[in-house]
Structures are given as structure tokens and as C-alpha cells.
């Protein structure tokens, strides 16, 4: 059986309402899950249930109240999300962990082709692209979005929705990252921009990364999954995993 990239044990988040008297909102209770290399796991569950919250919590957004979150990296000793240090977590972000948010955050000012190409330039271990080689594959990965050559030059501030998406995707899937976390990526696309995506992240798959995604409709999400997890309903405990 192949080791698992990321395993989760026991993960529970709450937050505390300090506004409201230091009341404890219990977001996720001992939630355990697993995901290999060249696996996709698709998060089900109503609104409410956790799901970017769990996402975050690998991230590193937020820090989870108790349990573990162990990744794997191949060749490299095994680290524990929950306790790692700030400088390991930008390490991560860096060479391991990608992630695409619902929400396009990025500098103000600075061009999208620029944006893209930003993760190419930042790699560690002498892995980093000069500007331009960068800039070639920002223009490559575009160009498959659909996003126009005028708009390149621009900062995303100014673009739609769907088109602020598509950087975001862009942004996170220049550089190859064995893990890869999804929330929502398609859903301010149009039918066309959304079958490329999904593409692309069956070619991640492929390739090997291991992808734990929330998608807003059942069939994207089945597009791509090998596994469900279902984190059940508001206030549940449970954690159901269904195969497909």
C-alpha cells in the first residue's frame, strides 16, 4: 500500500467568541482522513461542516485545537502541521503545499503575468527560474485559461470573477507541489474554463500530487475524485468515506 502523503488524526478545531463572552464554536471533532501520491479526496458535507476550515488548517491558515496532521514528504523526515513553526509553514507553502482559495490575494499593482509567475522565481533549492523563463510559462498557462494578452500587463484587481479564478489557479499550478488543496476552483467558471481545470487537475493526478479538493457541484468533484470523505452534517462528529 502506498504511504500516504498527509494523514490527519484526531483533528479538532474550535473557536473562541470573545465578543461573545469566550464562547467555544466547535468547527471539526476528531476528524481522521488520509491521502496518497497521485490521489484526489473530495470533501462533501452541507455548508458549515468544516470543510475550508480543514483545508486551512493543512494550510496552516489556522491551527487545529488538537490531534495531528502529518505530512510525508518523500525523502524528507516527517512533519507534524499542527506544531510546525511559521518558518517551516512558508518552507512548506513554498515547495510543497499549494492552494487555491476562494479569493485572489495578491499585491496590488503588479501584473498578472507577473503573479503567475512569482512561485517559479521564489523555489528553493536552486530550483528557481530566471524572470523570463518564468514569464514564458506564466504566458503558456494563460493562454490555456483563456485569459487575454491584453489583460496580462494588468493587475487582477480590475478583472471578474471568473477571471481573478483563473489567476488563482494559474498562480498555484505553475509549480508542481506534491500536495494540492482545492476550494472551490470552479465555481465562478463558465462550462469551457471549468472542463481546463479539471484537466489540469487530472494531470496533476497523474503526475503524482495528491490533491484533497471541495468543488460546488457533484460533478466536478466526481470528475476528478478517487475518494469521498462525507464530514457529515452540522455538529456531526462523523466522517464517512465513500469509494468510486
Known sequence: MTQPLLQLNDVSKQFTLHERGGLELKVLEAVSLSVAPGECLVLNGPSGTGKSTLLKLIYGN??????????????????DLVRATPQQIIALRRDSIGYVSQFLRAIPRVPALDIVAEPLCEASGGDALPIEAARDRSRDLLTRLGIPERLWGLPPATFSGGEQQRINIARTMIKPRPLLLLDEPTASLDQNNCEIVLDMVREAI???????????????????????????????????????
Open 206 to 244: 497523474q503526475a503524482g500530487t495528491a490533491v484533497i479538493g471541495i468543488f460546488h457541484d457533484q460533478r466536478s468533484g466526481a470528475a476528478v475524485a478517487s475518494r469521498h470523505i462525507d464530514l457529515g452534517a452540522p455538529g456531526s462528529n462523523t466522517c464517512h468515506q465513500m469509494s468510486y
Open 62 to 79: 489556522y491551527r487545529a485545537s488538537s490531534g495531528s496532521i502529518m505530512l510525508h514528504p518523500q525523502g524528507r523526515v516527517p512533519l
